[in-house]
Structure formats: structure tokens, C-alpha cells
């Protein structure tokens, strides 16, 4: 284990180890399903580009970002080998305090089942003020936030077999 951080760098610009021994899940929800889908499409051609073998990617769907933990949870109960779980999902605001209420439930849902199975489990949600910032981040201006997850669950992986 290193005992010293030495030149630490800018996330886009650190080294990505390969992941090439990992298993990874990635669980996306349905709603929003154009904007998920190209999160989706992001983190699953970023672990291949990134040496993660396409029959070591279990793919998932569920109905919506709430019920990504709780689908989490359950795939690492059954599938124990897996080294880490990227959660994909996409909230746009509306009217209702709904917004909120699934938001938080998801970042703490999300964190509690990494803490409780003690492997990374990556927030890949979008929570966006509308749609066109949802699609700057999915493949747009701002690039894909999928990519991003991707990468994070690598580096988690990595770190957890490492550390
Ligand atoms: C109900 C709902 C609403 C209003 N908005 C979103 C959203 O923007 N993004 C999303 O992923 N899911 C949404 N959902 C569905 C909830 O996540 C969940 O599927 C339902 O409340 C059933 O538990």
C-alpha cells in the first residue's frame, strides 16, 4: 500500500488500470429511457475500451432511479463475485417535490448498499433542471457522464482489491 500520495492528479488526467480481472454490473433505470440509454451506452463501450471483458458486464434494467439500490442490493447479494456496480439513472425537475424525494433516496440508497456490501457501487444519476442538461451530459457538450461512472467503477475495483 503506498504510503505517500505523489503527484496527484486531475480525475481526467490520473492513469485507469485495466480492468481486465473485474466483473461489473450496470443497472439502468427506464425512465428518461433516451438519456439513460446513452449513459448506458457510454459506461458499457468505457469498460470495454478500458479492458473489462464484454461476457464479465451483467446489464440490467429497472422501472426508475429509486428502485436502483434496492436492485443493487439484490444483484450483490446473488452475485457475489462482482467487483462493482455502476447505477444509471436520470431525474429531470417537475412540479412536484418528486424530484427530491427520488434524488435523495437514490444518493443514499446508492451509498448505503456500497457501505453494506463493502464494494464500490458508482452513482451515475443525473438530476438535472430539464431535459437539455440531461443531454448535454449523456453524449452532449458537456460529454458523457456514463464514460465518467465507467471509469470510476475501475478505479473503485481496483482500489478495493488493492488497498
Ligand atoms: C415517478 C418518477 C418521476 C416523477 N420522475 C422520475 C424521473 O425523472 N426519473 C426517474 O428515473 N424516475 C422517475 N420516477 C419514477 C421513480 O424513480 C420510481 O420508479 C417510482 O416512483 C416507483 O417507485
Known amino acids: 500500500m503506498a504510503t505517500h500520495l505523489k503527484n496527484l492528479s486531475d480525475f481526467s488526467h490520473t492513469t485507469i488500470p485495466g480492468g481486465e480481472n473485474f ?3 450496470i443497472i439502468v433505470a427506464e425512465w428518461n429511457a433516451k ?8 459506461a458499457f463501450s468505457t469498460l470495454k475500451k478500458h479492458q473489462v471483458k464484454e461476457e464479465n458486464i451483467v446489464s440490467l434494467s429497472v422501472p426508475g432511479t429509486f428502485e436502483l ?5 439484490i444483484l450483490l447479494a446473488k452475485q ?5 456496480v455502476i447505477c444509471i439513472g436520470c431525474v429531470i425537475q417537475g412540479d412536484t417535490k418528486h424530484f427530491d424525494f427520488i434524488c435523495d433516496a437514490a444518493a443514499h440508497g446508492i451509498t ?11 452513482f451515475g444519476v443525473l438530476t438535472t433542471n430539464d431535459e437539455q442538461q ?13 464514460d ?10 481496483h482500489f ?4
Not at 69 to 73: H, M, Q
Not at 80 to 84: E, F, T, V, Y
Not at 148 to 157: D, L, P, Q
Request: cysteine-free; aromatic content about 2%; charged content about 20%.
Open 23 to 25: 466483473k461489473i454490473g
Open 35 to 42: 438519456i439513460t440509454g446513452a449513459l448506458y451506452e457510454g
Open 69 to 73: 439500490s434496492s436492485a443493487a442490493d
Open 80 to 84: 457475489q463475485d462482482l467487483d462493482a
Open 112 to 122: 448505503n448498499v456500497g457501505l453494506k456490501h463493502g464494494k464500490p457501487v458508482i
Open 134 to 146: 440531461a443531454i448535454d451530459r449523456a453524449g452532449g457538450v458537456h460529454g458523457n457522464k456514463g
Open 148 to 157: 465518467e461512472a465507467a471509469i470510476t467503477a475501475i478505479k473503485m475495483a
Open 160 to 163: 478495493a482489491a488493492h488497498v
